[in-house]
């Protein structure tokens, strides 16, 4: 199977659909040249860094869980079945002070939303 992946050059061979994170994980579901979407979990007492995007926005959807969001400058909580919009350029970040999982999903649309396009101002994990 590996191999047939690797003759028609798709993205299978060189990452999984499913990436480990500190804080939990993420996998992608579908994406195309201008989206991206993804089912997050976050693992309770766990947070992203407060980070910001250029070329990209996120809509994100709680299907289960507290999310604690920092969208600019407001701070809120969002719970299962809502959802808040993250513009391009909008510090944010996205925390489980919860003790079961946070699962939400999240759907990018820009010009580019390439995991490279990050901007990291805090991170518990030390990777800004």
Do not use: C
Not at 11 to 16: D, E, I, L, S
Not at 96 to 116: A, F, K, P, R
């Amino acid at each position: 199977m590996v191999s047939v992946l690797k003759l028609s050059n798709h993205a299978a061979q060189q990452v999984h659909r499913t990436v480990r994170r500190p804080w939990g994980s993420y996998t992608v579901l579908e994406e195309g040249p201008m989206y991206k979407i993804k089912l997050i979990v976050v693992k309770p007492t766990s947070s992203l860094s407060l980070q910001m995007h250029h070329h990209r926005s996120e809509h994100w959807v709680v299907l289960s869980g507290d999310a604690q969001v920092v969208n600019g400058e407001q701070q809120l909580i969002v719970r299962a079945n809502e959802s808040t919009f993250i513009p391009p350029g909008t510090k944010h970040r996205l925390a489980n002070h919860g003790t079961e999982d946070l699962v939400m999903i999240e759907v990018q649309t820009g010009s580019y939303v390439g995991e490279d396009d990050i901007v990291r101002y805090e991170d518990v994990y030390g990777r800004v």
